[in-house]
DNA sequence: GTGAAAGTTGAAGTCAACTTCATGTCAAGT
DNA sequence: ACTTGACATGAAGTTGACTTCAACTTTCAC
C-alpha cells in the first residue's frame, strides 16, 4: 500500500479478491472508479472495496452486472456511500432470496410429487413444466439457481 | 402428428416447447435422437418428449448439459424406460435441491445479519466474502441462483 | 401435381462476464 | 541508473447454450 491513502490495482485485487482483468472490466463498465497517476496507472480510493464487496454479494444472489450497475447508480453521487445507503441496496435482496428459496421449494415438493406418481408428464408436472412454477415470464421474474463459478480460474 | 405414432419436428417442438434450434442442438449433443424419413426429416418417438421434459426439469434446476447427459446416459439401452428408471434419476435432485435452498438461505440469513450491523465487510461478511458460504470450491459443489431465461425469444 | 408450410444443413452469430495475449510503460528499491 | 515487478492498452479468445442465416429440399392437403 502507498503511504498516501490511495490503493494500487495489486493492493484491490489482494483485498478484493477480484482478478485484475476483472476490476479493469468493472471500470469499463462504470461499476467503478479509479484516479490515474501522472503516468496512467489506477489509483483506487478505500470505498472501491466496499463497492466490490456489494458487487461480489450481488453477484452471489445471481444479479447481473447490469442490475448492480443499476443499484450502484441510485448511490449518492456527491459523498462517500453510508451504512444507511448501503443497507437499503440490500434490503432489496432479502425479498429476492425469499422468492428463489419459494421457487426451489416448489421445484423441490414437485419433484417429490413427481417421484411418487413417477410421472414427468410434459402437461402436469410442475417441475418440467416451461410456463409453470419456474415461468412467470415477464413480470415478477421467478429466479433459479446455477452453478456458482469458481472464482479464480488458472 | 402423423397417423403412425411417429413425432415431426413440429410436433414436438409445440408439445415440449423447445425451440428447433434446440432439438437440433440437443440431438447433436447426444441428449436425444430421432429416426430419419426417406428425404431425411426428422421423425421422433413419444418417448422424446419424457426425456425433453427431463432435459427441462434438469436445467431449471441447475444442471449443466454435460450432467444432463451423464444422468441420461445411466437410462437402459434397450427399452424405453420405465417410471422407475425416471424416479432414480430425479431422485438425487431433491438432494441437489436441499443443498441449494440451504445456500441460499445461508445466504439470505447472512444478509439479515449484514443489513443489521450494516457492515457488508470485505473480510467477515458472509454474503460478500468469496471463499465462505457460497464458496466450497472443487468439492461438493454449491449452487446459486441465475435468472431464468425466457423460453421463447422472438 | 402444385404451392405453401415445414424441414434440412453447416457455419457463423449472440450473450454475459470475464480472461488471455502481445507489446509496451511505470514505479521504486538498491 | 538500473532492473524488476507491477501496470497499461486494445483486440481477440473462452464457455455454455443456444439462435440465426442462407440456401435448398420434403411433405402434404387440395
Redesign the pocket.
Known sequence: M??DDLL??????RRSG????????????GLIS?T????????YERSVLRRLAF?RAA?NIG??????RDALDTLPGGRTPTKADWARLSKAWSARLDAQIRALRALRDGLDSCIGCGCLSLRHCAMSNPSDVAGTRGVGAVYLPRPL?E????
Open positions: 502507498r503511504p494500487t490495482l495489486g493492493d484491490v485485487t477480484f482478478a485484475a482483468s476483472a476490476l479493469r472490466f468493472y471500470e469499463r463498465g479509479a490515474r497517476t501522472a503516468g496512467g496507472q489506477r489509483r458487487i453477484r444479479l447481473s452486472l447490469d442490475e448492480v463459478t472464482e479464480h480460474r488458472h
